[in-house]
């Protein structure tokens, strides 16, 4: 029996699969990611339970849908509000130095507040989480629309330009929604709850 003749069989098929998945593995690397898609979306969901917060008399839910796209970062944010306030919103800010940090009221700056009737206010991020807006109230939106249901709740449907926070992905987004029945109440913090993430 010749053994040298199994041997080299043995070195040669290691070889031809070793060889196999190297050139697999630079195609992915260079050819699949220059053909990327130029858009991708994900999913995220959010509850908090009636210990945390009063805007439901169950758990709240958010929903947020985002798709990168060329130009634009565009989401859809569910919200299972139950009733129609002028002054409820989704704010948003982004850590636009990408120090992995939101600083409130620093010089990350730049959030925004999407209200139902298709209103919009520009602010800071605040401290406790919500946004300080600006002077000037609010104005009609270019960035979003707003539909509510009382089954369902609210749902934000937001484009924003890449280029209105110099953004790009990933990114580290802060998000926010604040009942407007808190300016009623005395603007407790249970009507309000935030959460950050990378979008």
Known sequence: MNLAKYGLKILIIPSLVLLTALGLGIYQLFYANLHAPESFSRSSNFAWSPLYQEIVNGTLWINVTWTWQTENLS???KVNDDDLHYLDYVGIAFDRNYNGVIESLGKDGGALGFFPYNQYWGGLLGPLGGISFASGGL??????????TNETGYEFRISLPKTLFTIDHPILMHLCYRDGKCSEVGYPESYHVFIEFEV
């Open 139 to 148: 104005s009609p939106s270019k960035y979003h629309t707003c539909t509510f």
């Open 75 to 77: 989401m859809t944010v």
